[in-house]
């Protein structure tokens, strides 16, 4: 084995083996946290690993696990998030975690063994195509067949990853590459010639933003999760934007956190659990500027009847996102800082316009009060637990993750951020499991914070294992389970599309939450009493270890106000559900 | 946009584009050879429904490890447009140029052309042959081969002529194309 150990200074010409390879060029890129789960593959990496005391290894339970701890690690930090996963089996569980990390535009570099160059393509025990099944679902993807490309390819990886949209990129390496002994070159000047993302907005397209600015008067910003990838100092020319024009702001699930929720000008999300004033203020606006946001089908709702009266103005850094779904009379191809500090400039220190009918108008929606529900004394209905849960841990250092599903979306709608980068959810790809892990990595991120995964019961149990991970870390994260033992947005849509028929929707026999906790060695709290709630959760946040709160539900409440399949941003449903909201067209739509 | 809302679908889901106007499109992309870069390419097309009527691919620049794909496509004017900005986004794609839109474009394709027969179907099968400036490349007493260049109408209409001559077997390029004038595309 090389046991050499050079000096600081002649990084350029070092000489080392491709485990010691990827090693340094991790400590280069200035990663101090990894997940992964050894296998035959990528044994030379994880030797090369051993008493490394700069990266912080987190060994996880399953590979998926690993993906979504470096999705909520990445989401929390801004930095790029790093798994290690071996060959096969290893990089197919990989699969998920990096589709969502796609689909959401999270930085992730994945390393995955590759059978022995010489045995590719023999069907060798572990192997997989993994740049062929990984293609079409990473941004990008390698496999470094020659060790004097590795260190190179690392720096690439990382470039690409974290810069234009970001998303994730595998790395595929054989394992007598590994072995391999070869050159070392640092991260400087390393760039990849064809990869040029466009950052800075045209002047002219700004000027003439903001000539439609100046001259709208139902204006409204729709900002999405470009805001939080494009860094803090975007969520502060936001605020700045919002404050010199006095424009109301929404923003999709991904973009929570980058306004802040206690802003009078504030809407709340959009989209189909969105608010009713978000939504109607998007449908009867004048001027709907879009930034870092991409007209998902969950937001427009009805295409030909979304926000007909506005001219739209797009701010994206991915040009295959401009007039993809909604045709745009103004695209801005740029990173959404720069464009937000532009607009700021181009506005300069013109007064901000007169708004009041339009923010009388919308005063108007907030008074319907679209999130009200009703309350009950006997049982804990699962927006009052949210709502406990916000109220008791908002003036802590709280990161929320979710599962995917109704807790999910209430977690959403009475879960509030003032701030980016706390918010951490699967809304592309919609990953039921991707809570728990995404806490391991947010924890892991943030060891001294207060990580707590909003679950459903149904979701959690789907990567329920790596609660063995937080234990044997030390990560004292907190799954808060709404649980109402239904699959419950499937549930929903049984009740309003299906006839009420509750086809396997129904967890016939969950565990018992608490005894499951102890078994992992973390700490299981029940409560089914709306009085003990408070108590309780404060029983959690005051715990130093892991702990999974069952917290028992109404059973068959409804998540709303929803906007129905196939219909438009002003017919949401506000109170219940009858059953007749969705026509045939509608129907058939996911 | 006023004068696109009579073509927007209700929902997303039903997004077809089929009332739009398909054109046809030659698409020179100029990408980095390295492994895996076709595939990325062809992965885009199928991935999301685009056709693809002919694919030539081969480097072009030794030095730079430079391939120039030429992909015949058809869609509507928003497919197409979506197709150019998918394919910037792939990471070794360096450029896209639309050839067929500059109206500059001149395009070529090469077939070998199979025809067996004898008698007068054979004299007729070489005389066509000269009119369309095929040439032979391999002859037996009852067949030839015949490479033929040009537009790939031309093309379709020597094969159609072949036919009942005595067509064998056919194979083609595919288009390649280029702009015409002083300036690289």
Not at chain 1, 177 to 201: D, L, N, S
Not at chain 1, 269 to 290: F, K, R, V, W
Not at chain 1, 424 to 434: A, D
Not at chain 2, 37 to 64: H, P, W
Request: proline letters at 5%; aromatic letters at 6%; charged letters at 20%.
């Amino acid at each position: 084995m090389d046991t050499q150990t050079q000096p600081e200074a002649d990084t350029e010409t070092r000489t080392m083996t491709g485990a010691e390879i990827v090693i340094t060029a991790l400590k280069e890129q200035g990663v101090d946290v990894m997940f992964g789960y050894p296998g035959g593959a990528v044994l030379p990496i994880y030797d090369a690993l051993f008493g490394e005391p700069s990266i912080k290894h987190v060994l996880v339970r399953h590979e998926q696990g690993a993906g979504h701890a470096a999705e909520g690690y990445a989401r929390s930090t801004g930095k790029a998030g790093v798994a290690l996963v071996t060959s096969g089996p290893g990089a197919t569980n990989m699969v998920t975690p990096i589709a969502d990390a796609m689909m959401d535009s999270i930085p992730m570099v994945v390393f995955t063994g590759q059978v022995p160059s010489h045995l590719i393509g023999t069907d060798a025990f572990q192997e997989c195509d993994t740049v062929g099944i990984t293609r079409c679902c990473a941004k990008h993807n390698y496999l470094v067949m020659d060790v004097n490309d590795l260190a190179r390819t690392v720096h690439e990886a990382f470039l690409i990853a974290t810069t234009g949209r970001p998303g994730p990129v595998v790395i595929d390496i054989p394992k007598d590459v590994q072995f391999a002994t070869g050159r070392y070159i640092g991260k400087e000047g390393v760039h990849k010639r064809t990869y040029k993302p466009v950052t800075q907005p045209q002047p002219k397209a700004i000027r003439e933003a903001v000539a439609l600015m100046k001259k709208a008067r139902r204006p409204v910003f729709y900002t999405g999760g470009g805001v939080i990838n494009s860094g803090p100092e975007a969520s502060t020319a936001l605020r700045k934007l919002q404050a010199a024009t006095g424009f109301p702001v929404t923003s999709t699930l991904m973009g929570l956190g980058a306004f802040p929720a206690s802003h009078p000008d504030w809407l709340g999300m959009l989209g189909m659990h969105g608010s009713y004033e978000a939504n109607n203020t998007m449908h009867d606006c004048d001027l709907l500027i879009c930034i870092g946001a991409r007209f998902d089908d969950r937001v427009t709702g009805r295409l030909d009847a979304f926000s007909p009266g506005s001219k739209k103005i797009h701010v994206d850094i991915d040009p295959s996102s401009i007039n993809k779904v909604v045709r745009v009379d103004l695209p801005i191809i740029a990173d959404c800082a720069n464009t937000l500090n532009a607009m700021l400039d181009e506005w300069g220190t013109t007064a901000a316009p007169d708004l009041s009918d339009w923010k009388t108008q919308i005063e108007g929606w907030k008074a319907r009060k679209c999130f009200d529900y009703a309350k009950s004394d006997t049982e804990i209905k699962p927006q009052y637990a949210v709502e406990r849960l916000y109220e008791l841990t908002k003036d802590r250092d709280t990161y929320i993750s979710t599962e995917v599903g109704q807790h999910q979306m209430w977690a959403a709608q009475h879960y509030h951020f003032e701030e980016p980068n706390r918010w951490m959810t699967s809304g592309g790809l919609g990953t039921m499991g991707y809570g728990l892990p995404a806490a391991v990595g947010i924890q892991a991120a943030h060891p001294n914070a207060l990580v707590i995964d909003i679950a459903g019961e149904a979701s959690v149990q789907m990567v329920m294992q790596e609660l063995s991970t937080a234990v044997q870390h030390r990560l004292p994260i907190k799954i808060f389970i709404l649980n109402n033992e239904w699959m419950g947005m499937v549930r929903q849509w049984q009740e309003l599309l299906h006839g009420e028929r509750y086809s396997h929707s129904y967890s016939e026999s969950l565990p018992d939450f608490v005894k499951l906790a102890e078994a992992y060695g973390g700490m299981g709290i029940y409560c089914d009493d709306p009085k003990e709630l408070d108590a309780k959760i404060l029983e959690m946040i005051a715990y130093d270890g892991p702990v999974v709160f069952d917290c028992r539900v109404t059973k068959a409440e409804n998540c709303l106000p929803m906007i129905p399949s196939g219909a438009a941003h002003n017919e949401m449903i506000l109170s219940e559900i009858t059953g007749d909201e969705i026509d045939e067209a509608g129907r058939k739509l996911v | 946009m006023t004068d696109t809302v009579q073509s927007i679908p209700a929902s997303a889901y039903d997004m077809s584009h089929v009332d739009e106007v398909e054109e046809r499109r030659t698409l020179a992309v100029i990408v980095d050879n390295e492994p895996g870069v076709l595939g990325r390419v062809v992965g885009l097309f199928s991935a999301r429904g685009y056709n693809i009527e002919s694919l030539t691919v081969a480097e072009v620049d030794r030095r730079k490890h430079r391939s120039r794909i030429t992909i015949v496509t058809n869609g509507s004017a928003h497919t197409l447009l979506q197709i150019e900005a998918l394919l910037l986004r792939l990471v070794p794609v360096a450029n896209v140029t639309d050839i067929t839109k500059s109206k500059r474009g001149v395009e070529r394709e090469l077939a070998l052309i199979k025809v067996a027969g004898t008698g007068d179907k054979r004299v007729e099968a070489l005389r066509l042959s000269e009119i369309f400036r095929a040439r032979v490349i391999d002859t037996t007493n009852e067949s030839f081969i015949f490479e033929l260049t040009g537009v790939s109408d031309k093309i379709d209409q020597f094969c159609a002529l072949m036919k009942p001559l005595g067509l064998v077997e056919v194979s083609r390029t595919g288009v390649l194309s280029i702009k015409r004038g002083a300036q690289a595309g």
